[in-house]
C-alpha cells in the first residue's frame, strides 16, 4: 500500500513539473510577444495590449506608477523617435501557474545611439488564460561581470 501511495505521489508531482515547465515556456513566449510587437507598432502600443488593469511601472527616480495613472502615461509618451526591445533569459511560474516573472536585457535605439539595460516584469494570468503583466521594471546601463 505504501509503495501505492508513493507512485500516486511521484506521478502527481511529476505531472505538476511538467504543468510547471509549460508554463515557463508559454511565459516567456508571451514576453518574446511583448517584445515583438513593441518592435513592430511601437513601445506604447505594446505595454498598452499586455498591461494588466492594475499594472504597476517602476521608473527610476520617479514613484511607482499605478492603475490609470499607468495608462495615462503610456498614453503620452511620443515613441515614434525610438525603438524599445527586449530579449527574455529566463522566465518562472508559480506552481499554480497564475504568477510569474521574466527578466532579460532590453535594448533601446534612438538617433544611431544603442543602450541596453536589464529589466524584470511580473506577470499575472488572466481569466482568458492569457498573460498581463502587473509590474514591469529596468535598470539602465549594462556591464559584463567580471569572472
Given amino acids: 500500500m505504501k509503495l501505492k501511495l508513493a507512485t500516486i505521489i ?7 513539473a511538467l504543468h510547471i515547465v509549460k508554463w515557463n515556456e508559454t511565459l516567456k513566449t508571451t514576453d518574446k ?15 498598452l495590449h499586455f498591461i494588466d488593469n492594475n499594472g504597476v511601472l ?6 511607482p506608477v499605478e492603475g490609470k495613472q499607468t495608462n495615462q502615461l503610456l498614453q503620452s509618451i511620443n515613441d515614434t523617435s525610438f525603438q524599445l526591445t527586449w530579449e527574455p533569459l529566463f522566465a518562472r511560474s ?8 521574466t527578466y532579460g536585457i532590453y535594448t533601446n535605439t534612438s538617433n544611431n545611439t544603442t543602450k541596453q539595460g536589464t529589466y524584470v516584469t511580473i506577470w499575472k494570468k488572466q481569466k482568458d488564460g492569457l498573460w498581463k503583466f502587473v509590474l514591469d521594471s529596468g535598470n539602465e546601463g549594462l556591464t559584463k561581470p567580471s569572472h
Fill in 10 to 16: 511521484l506521478l502527481l508531482c511529476s505531472c505538476n
Fill in 33 to 47: 510577444n511583448f517584445s515583438a510587437l513593441s518592435k513592430e507598432k511601437g513601445m506604447k502600443y505594446a505595454f
Fill in 58 to 63: 517602476l521608473k527610476p527616480n520617479s514613484y
Fill in 94 to 101: 508559480s506552481a499554480r501557474g497564475d504568477l510569474g516573472y
